[in-house]
């Protein structure tokens, strides 16, 4: 089969064909799927148009059974009839330069218009959160009582990852609706909220991640001192770690919570972690850093191991993240360790990640009100109790959970200081599946009540 000469752009139409006939060598192949790739994205260009596509019309063998594939332009003829018109390789060659250019105007052009897309497409997000903003807002005039969590928010968040595409990374899709929650939640529930420990703390990002960042946030000094804000009414809520990592239960909020009447209404778990945080987020400009002493403690292997030559890395102590914020914006040289979040709101660049010297810290914060949270049907219950000095004491009690078929997630005992400062007593820190309203949970707790030395329910709250 004999290919037929080569037809430039602009005769006959404008119509490139490219193609292969018998005989062409091993050379010619690698020629030709560049030809191919070539005339589909040529193709591409002249439908955007309006012009001829191009088509693939068949494959065939030669006599040596190797493929070659036949790619035609489809073109009106003079007598208004489709003429295919193939092209040798080597005149492929003389098109190259030309072909190349064109593609990458092609690309250009196709960037460009995926720019404008995602700008209408963003365009459309703003109008969507305006639009759940405003039925916050009405949500928060129509709302009478006293302030409560809505709880439905994780089952929403289950049922939009299960419908999504994939097209966006679930945990990425899992954050961005988190702060959509949070953010609307302080347009739907304006309340007071207490927390433990400077402005831009662990404690304070907690608060902010479930309330907010426009929510009213108040800092406390003490355990103690943040739950007398919600016993006092001066805040709805209030925000206090109840779990780490490396320590377990945190007894201190614990036992403090035992000495109230509030209540643990819901759960966050967050990672603490800190960064250096500077104006340029080149590491080689920081001189010094400026760190609350908490902060410094937790990093001061990370810290020591800035020193470079020919200087070393001075760090100062400030009372506040707040503070080292401040200082890091108003000098080159200045970095601050804080967190990521924070420092970002101060317009201050990473400089370095993971700067806590035992690595990130997962901690679970206890949201605590005065009021009990509502039943979600995907609950768990914080207890805490104390036992008689007897033997099978303790598996007496678990006794009573286990026949009723209540899942025990977790059980943890902590020395309390007793009446006599001689003994030793110990307290069973419990967290079990369901809700204390659940009929075999409101039964085994009863029946907990008159077996124990000592018990407390802490509170239900939907499982994170």
């Not at 250019?101 to 459309?124: T, W, Y």
């Not at 804000?229 to 919570?257: D, S, W, Y």
């Amino acid at each position: 089969m004999e290919a037929r000469g080569c037809v430039h752009p602009g005769e006959r139409g404008g119509g490139i064909a490219l193609g292969a006939g018998e005989g062409v060598d091993a050379g010619d192949d690698f020629v030709l799927r560049k030809a191919i790739d070539f005339a589909e994205r040529a193709g591409k260009t002249r439908r955007e148009r309006g012009q001829a596509r191009p088509r693939v019309v068949r494959r065939v063998l030669d006599s040596t059974k190797r493929e070659h594939l036949f790619v035609f332009f489809s073109q009106l003829g003079p007598g208004g009839a489709h003429e295919p018109i193939v092209q040798r390789p080597n005149a492929l060659r003389n098109l190259e330069v030309g072909s190349t250019l064109d593609c990458m105007s092609d690309h250009k052009r196709e960037i460009e218009e995926l720019r404008a897309e995602l700008a209408r497409v963003d365009g459309q997000i703003l109008a969507a959160l305006e639009k759940r903003a405003k039925a916050s807002r009405r949500a928060a005039e129509l709302r009478t009582g006293p302030a409560q969590l809505p709880l439905t928010e994780k089952a929403q968040l289950a049922t939009l990852l299960a419908r999504a595409s994939g097209d966006m990374p679930a945990p990425d899709l899992r954050a961005i609706f988190q702060q959509v929650y949070a953010s609307c939640l302080a347009l739907e529930l304006p309340v007071k909220v207490a927390y433990i420990g400077p402005e831009g703390g662990f404690a304070h990002a907690a608060a902010r991640a479930r309330f907010g960042a426009s929510a009213e946030l108040v800092a406390t000094d003490t355990i103690a001192a943040t739950l007398e804000e919600v016993a006092g009414h001066r805040a709805e809520f209030c925000v206090l770690p109840v779990e780490t990592t490396t320590e377990g239960p945190v007894q201190a909020t614990i036992f403090a919570l035992v000495a109230t009447d509030l209540k643990i209404v819901a759960e966050i778990e967050t990672v603490s972690d800190l960064c250096l945080m500077n104006r340029t987020g080149n590491e080689g400009d920081i001189e010094k850093v400026y760190a609350t002493a908490a902060d410094h403690a937790r990093a001061q292997k990370a810290l020591a191991a800035l020193g470079h030559k020919p200087q070393t890395v001075t760090v100062y102590d400030v009372k506040t993240p707040l503070l080292a914020c401040r200082l890091a914006a108003e000098d080159h040289g200045a970095a601050a360790l804080v967190t990521d979040g924070f420092g970002t709101e101060h317009e201050l660049q990473i400089a370095r990640r993971g700067m806590v010297d035992d690595g990130a810290e997962r901690v679970r914060y206890a949201i605590i009100g005065a009021r009990p949270s509502a039943r979600t049907g995907d609950d768990a219950t914080a207890c805490i109790f104390s036992v008689h000095d007897a033997p099978g004491a303790l598996l007496d009690i678990l006794r009573l959970f286990a026949e009723r078929g209540i899942n025990l997630r977790k059980i943890q005992s902590r020395p309390a200081r007793g009446a006599d400062p001689a003994e030793w007593t110990y307290m069973f820190f419990v967290e079990l599946s369901g809700h204390t309203t659940d009929r075999p949970l409101v039964s085994a707790l009863e029946d907990v009540r008159h077996k124990a030395r000592f018990f407390k329910v802490l509170g239900s709250y939907p499982s994170i």
